[in-house]
């Protein structure tokens, strides 16, 4: 699909998510590429540094060490004694070493152990689960990446289901039933992302363009499945969140 769009001298080119930005800076050096969602924009090869991209390509970034710090702390201090946590990573995508490293050392920094469970589809979901609960696992976080985000349902059942508590990344995989949501208002980033391809069609250098890191960071908890999971959330956390779901 990208070679198409490319063959077609198109005059930008718009990815969005994990697994669409690589193609793009695969087929092209030379149309610019705005992308959305992308975790790691230098470590992929994307840019050369967030301030000056340098190559034809830049847009918005939903990932840093300080989201899954905070989403980690968040955590603890919602479920008394925690200790043990589960990642949930999809081996297939660019990300999942990057993920497993930020967590581990955010971990380490809060007192925690985390521990890396792997997923490449909907039918290995349920196996990860159970082996995060045969493992002694206490609690589940996940990042931004698409198998979690097409099964978020699916994988909030499955953790409820297990008495795992669930913490994600966005108010859209929250919604879908999970305990707890720390990270960037991702409809936000998406009205953005029409303004670099505004300006890179006014005359503006992608490279030149700096990558934009999240501005607007949410905390939602869902109080019916703190209950469900036999859970009294803390007011200070309440007071904190920017939305409970009763």
């Excluded at 989403?71 to 925690?82: A, E, F, M, Y």
């Excluded at 993920?99 to 521990?115: F, I, P, Q, W």
């Excluded at 997923?119 to 990860?128: I, N, T, V």
Aim: net charge neutral; with cysteine; aromatic share 6%.
């Amino acid at each position: 699909m990208v070679a198409e769009l490319v063959s077609l001298n198109v005059d930008v080119l718009v990815t969005v998510g994990t697994q669409t930005a690589p193609y793009a800076r695969d087929a092209t050096t030379s149309i610019p590429v705005v992308f959305i969602f992308v975790p790691d924009p230098v470590g992929s090869g994307f840019v050369f540094s967030l301030a000056r991209p340098g190559r034809n390509m830049t847009g918005l970034s939903h990932f840093g060490k300080e989201l899954v710090l905070k989403r980690l702390q968040l955590l603890r201090d919602l479920i008394p004694g925690l200790s043990r946590v589960g990642l949930l990573v999809n081996p297939n995508t660019e990300v999942a070493t990057l993920y497993k490293r930020v967590t581990d050392t955010s971990a380490v920094e809060l007192g925690l152990e985390n521990k890396t469970f792997e997923a490449r589809s909907l039918e290995e979901l349920g196996q990860a689960f159970d082996a995060m609960v045969k493992a002694g696992m206490q609690a589940v976080t996940i990042n931004g990446e698409g198998l979690a985000y097409q099964q978020r349902a699916s994988v909030a059942n499955m953790t409820l289901a297990r008495h795992l508590p669930l913490a994600v990344w966005s108010r859209e995989t929250f919604e879908a039933g999970a305990l707890m949501s720390y990270g960037a208002d991702q409809v936000a980033m998406c009205r953005r992302g029409p303004v670099f391809v505004d300006k890179i069609l006014k005359g503006a250098k992608s490279g030149d363009l700096p990558v934009e890191q999240p501005t607007r960071l949410e905390f939602l908890i869902n109080r019916k499945v703190a209950a469900a999971l036999g859970l009294t959330i803390p007011p200070a956390l309440l007071v904190l969140a920017e939305q409970v779901i009763q």
